[in-house]
T-cell receptor, first 112, second 112 residues
């Protein structure tokens, strides 16, 4: 069974530029999550989708971050404009039944 | 407030020696508990999980963890460490809303 796929794996941008990350969850997994992991910290939930609807986006900085999950499968997370403090690893996870999450390899973002 | 604490930031252990990583949680009811491992540049891999039942849980790669309600702990153990076990380990918990909260992580270094 294929795991959670993410791209790109690495991205370097200048501050105030925009960037987008893509995630393809495990086939059949209805729930999809985006996490932000700052160096030296545990992952922090940004947004949770159930199929193509948002369940929780309370920790998403909505002035610059947006996410969508069209057709309840793939998802895209966007940052516009990026700030220096957005440098982090962005992890996507998916879950079949909500109790166990499986993570992708992450996208490491560096904002200069 | 619900939280999980990993008291040890960094542990160094000799190859072949035993390893124990500590995890304490704060939650009014019985949480769902997880241990994940993150190798450099990789996403998080699930080692084991506890939902209910037997308090000693076996996981992958020879790891086990024991849930102790009286101590609010879920410590991870491995009898004999291999060099490939060098990584960062995260304890996480969720309640019935299935939103994962992670500890800050423990970095394990294995010396020859």
């Amino acid at each position: 069974e294929a795991g959670v796929a993410q791209s790109p794996r690495y991205k370097i941008i200048e501050k105030r530029q925009s960037v987008a990350f893509w995630c393809n969850p495990i086939s059949g997994h209805a729930t999809l999550y985006w996490y932000q992991q700052i160096l030296g910290q545990g992952p922090k939930l940004l947004i949770q989708f159930q199929n193509n609807g948002v369940v929780d986006d309370s920790q998403l900085p909505k002035d610059r971050f947006s996410a969508e999950r069209l057709k309840g499968v793939d998802s895209t997370l966007k940052i516009q404009p990026a700030k220096l403090e957005d440098s982090a690893v962005y992890l996507c996870a998916s879950s079949l039944d909500g109790d166990t999450q499986y993570f992708g390899p992450g996208t490491r973002l560096t904002v200069l | 407030a619900q939280s999980v604490t990993q008291p040890d930031i960094h542990i160094t252990v000799s190859e072949g020696a035993s390893l124990e990583l500590r995890c304490n949680y704060s939650y009014g009811a019985t949480p769902y508990l997880f241990w994940y491992v993150q190798s450099p540049g990789q996403g998080l891999q699930l080692l084991l999980k506890y939902f209910s039942g037997d308090t000693l849980v076996q996981g992958i790669k020879g790891f086990e963890a024991e849930f102790k309600r009286s101590q609010s702990s879920f410590n991870l153990r491995k009898p004999s460490v291999h060099w490939s076990d060098a990584a960062e380990y995260f304890c996480a918990f969720t309640s019935n809303d299935y939103k994962l909260s992670f500890g800050a992580g423990t970095t394990v270094t294995v010396r020859a």
